[in-house]
């Protein structure tokens, strides 16, 4: 994992090959007050995807759920291309009977898909996550639509991508078509995770639960391992972890630990109980100090709350 490579220099991944390009639609245009009554049905803003094409679909707890079934639903396209990191939810598009309509490409997979990938239906492709967006901000992987689930548009006329900035902030630069789905319930979060209201092409607009990640009972095996790692964390450290039962085992041991920092690419739960614990404190990091730094976010709702309105969470692109 490469995603603190760029980060030595300012704290994000800055781009400055695409940077005049993303700063030309950066346009800061307030939506009339009435953006609410212009949102379209789940089916009219999927209609400009056309057979052949290639969509990005946001991922994790900011799978835009309405959108792909509206895309399911269809009966008259042949050979689209569905790029995604890890989803939440059923991905109808990976079904066997729709395999001559649909295609999914997993660049980071997850338990949706791996029937799929496992009986050759599906593609994985096996790829630094930190090396994701460079397929689409080179063009090596040219993006016809990118499905988004978003934070409603604030009074400056901008939407974060809520909980993943991942590789979706490069998708939504690159994609010829934007097509989102704004839900009241998604956080707003802080970082360098922007869309700009004028970047969108068509919306729906949606007031539900995300669909989170909840945390299992750990096993034995598990929590020896997560006391050995906790064992090797020293005060002051800074972490990084992925999703699953030894990441929140040796999490859940770390609480009476002190002045910690986080820079990852992704967390879950286990994180708010070391901030509310006192544990974490992100002082003596010398990248993004005073803040976590994360790309995406997989959990509970109590999760969703933590990082809603919170600059002490900030999400950048992964690379």
């Not at 978003?150 to 993943?164: E, F, R």
């Given at each position: 994992m490469h995603f603190a490579k760029d980060a030595q220099v300012s704290g994000f991944a800055f781009r400055p090959k695409h940077a005049k390009v993303w700063a030309e639609k950066f346009v800061m245009i307030k939506p009339t007050h009435n953006w609410q009554?212009?949102?379209?049905?789940?089916?009219?803003?999927?209609?400009?995807?056309?057979?052949?094409?290639?969509?990005?679909?946001h991922g994790a707890a900011a799978t835009p759920t309405a959108l792909i079934e509206a895309l399911c639903a269809r009966s008259d396209l042949e050979n689209v291309r569905v790029y995604h990191l890890h989803t939440n939810g059923p991905a109808p598009f990976a079904a066997p009977e729709r395999s001559k309509e649909f295609h999914s490409v997993s660049l980071f997979t997850g338990s949706p898909l791996r029937g799929a990938d496992n009986e050759g239906r599906a593609d994985f492709v096996p790829i630094f996550l930190s090396d994701i967006p460079a397929l689409f901000l080179s063009g090596q992987v040219k993006l016809d639509a990118?499905?988004?689930?978003?934070?409603?548009?604030?009074?400056?006329?901008?939407?974060?991508?809520?909980?993943?900035c991942d590789a979706a902030k490069a998708a939504a630069e690159t994609a010829r078509l934007v097509i989102v789905e704004f839900n009241e319930q998604m956080p707003r979060t802080h970082g360098n995770n922007l869309v700009p209201f004028s970047r969108i092409d068509s919306y729906i607009h949606t007031n539900h639960p995300l669909l989170g990640h909840h945390i299992k009972a750990e096993s034995v095996v598990e929590?020896?391992?997560?006391?050995?790692?906790?064992?090797?964390?020293?005060?002051?450290?800074?972490?990084?972890?992925?999703?699953?039962?030894?990441?929140?085992?040796?999490?859940?041991?770390?609480k009476e630990k002190r002045e910690l920092g986080v820079h990852t690419e992704m967390f879950s739960d286990r994180i708010v109980d070391l901030v509310e614990a006192g544990a974490?404190?992100?002082?003596?990091?010398?990248?993004?100090?005073?803040r976590i730094v994360t790309s995406f976010i997989n959990g509970s709702q109590r999760l969703f709350d933590f990082v809603n309105d919170n600059p002490q969470v900030a999400f950048h692109s992964c690379d």
């Open positions: 009554s212009r949102a379209v049905s789940a089916a009219d803003a999927v209609a400009g995807i056309k057979s052949g094409d290639n969509v990005f679909i990118v499905f988004l689930q978003l934070s409603v548009p604030d009074a400056h006329g901008l939407c974060s991508l809520g909980t993943s929590g020896q391992i997560g006391e050995f790692v906790a064992n090797l964390v020293e005060d002051g450290s800074t972490l990084q972890m992925g999703i699953g039962g030894i990441p929140d085992a040796a999490l859940s041991r770390m974490i404190t992100n002082e003596h990091k010398k990248v993004g100090q005073g």
